[in-house]
């Protein structure tokens, strides 16, 4: 098991495994988006209250579960890095910044498009929206200080603890709808009664959800691919390729 | 299926969000294709330059 990690750490074996990967997750990813999708916008029934505006559900909360995601990712990652020193872990940081952010971005837009009929507003200064738009900044900053630095590894150390520290909104995101008055609605799946709504709406969401993470996988290989060759440019194994 | 292209009258909220997923989504798979390539293209030869 430590053979394995260890080997799976060594950059030409992660470019080598991340390629050959590649292909299945990204048609795992659009086969689950697929299906993910018929069940979303054909099968559900339209809400009871909200009608069909509530079908941005489908890829809204996802997208938001994918934001803290892969930010709790990038700061395991950032441990490794500050305690083990470990190359592949600050590519795997930085390469999933760009990928985040995008989420949280995702989040943003499609909770304000869905705000908009529902609440009458695109925006307003509350808990839980405040937090996500922090989680869009954090992201935005490692990306920032990681480009701001020449020194690729001093950049990553740099990196690591600011994505350490950010950590702590992580929390305060999932909690702020229970911590302060919002106009954000409470968890509906991520809790441990029932799901406050039906299987035909709450399954076509995991699908989603579930194809997002294929997709984070997938996008990630390939960013990783993008940043071990920029960074080992000179060693052999590059030189081999 | 005009009746689902409406989405009940919510069609121009519903509608961008799936577009702007799609588009945000495919960005991030697009980009980072195109530059491994170009990547490997100045590689190959800068590693032909190196040899001559």
Redesign the interface.
């Known amino acids: 098991m430590f053979l394995w990690f260890h080997k799976l750490g060594s950059p030409p074996h992660f470019y080598r495994i991340a390629g050959k990967w590649i292909p299945w997750l990204t048609w795992i990813f659009l086969i689950l988006v697929a299906a993910g999708l018929y069940g979303g916008?054909?099968l559900a029934p339209?809400d009871y209250q909200q009608?069909?505006?509530y079908?941005?559900i489908f890829?809204?909360v996802p997208?938001a579960w994918m934001s803290m995601f892969i930010y709790v990712t990038m700061a395991f990652c950032a441990v490794v890095i500050i305690v083990w020193r470990m190359k592949l872990a600050e590519v795997v940081l930085i390469s999933s910044a760009?990928?985040g952010a995008?989420f949280t971005?995702?989040a943003l837009?499609?909770g304000s498009?869905?705000g908009?009929?529902m609440w009458g507003t695109y925006w307003v200064w509350d808990a839980r929206l405040t937090s996500e738009l922090i989680l869009l900044f954090l992201y935005l900053g490692v990306i920032g200080l990681h480009n701001a630095i020449e020194d690729k590894r001093v950049a990553a150390r740099a990196v690591a603890i600011l994505a350490l520290v950010g950590v702590v909104n992580i929390p305060i995101i999932h909690y702020s709808v229970e911590w302060w008055h919002s106009l954000h609605q409470g968890a509906s799946l991520t809790k441990f009664d029932k799901p406050s709504m039906p299987p035909s709406m709450y399954i076509p969401i995991l699908i989603m959800a579930l194809a997002f993470q294929f997709?984070y996988a997938?996008?990630l290989f390939?960013?990783c691919?993008?940043e071990l060759?920029?960074r080992e440019?000179n060693s052999k194994w590059?030189?081999e390729? | 299926m005009a009746e689902f292209f409406q989405m009940g009258g919510y069609a121009a909220f519903v509608w961008p969000s799936y577009g702007l997923c799609a588009l945000v989504l495919w960005l991030n798979w697009y980009v980072p294709r195109k530059q491994h390539d170009k990547e490997l293209r100045q590689l190959k030869r800068r590693h032909k330059a190196e040899r001559q």
Request: aromatic share 8%; proline share 9%.
């Open positions: 916008l054909i339209p009608g069909e505006s079908r941005i890829v809204h997208s760009p990928i995008s971005f995702l837009v499609t498009l869905w908009k009929p997709y997938l996008t390939h960013k691919r993008v060759l920029q440019r590059v030189k390729l």
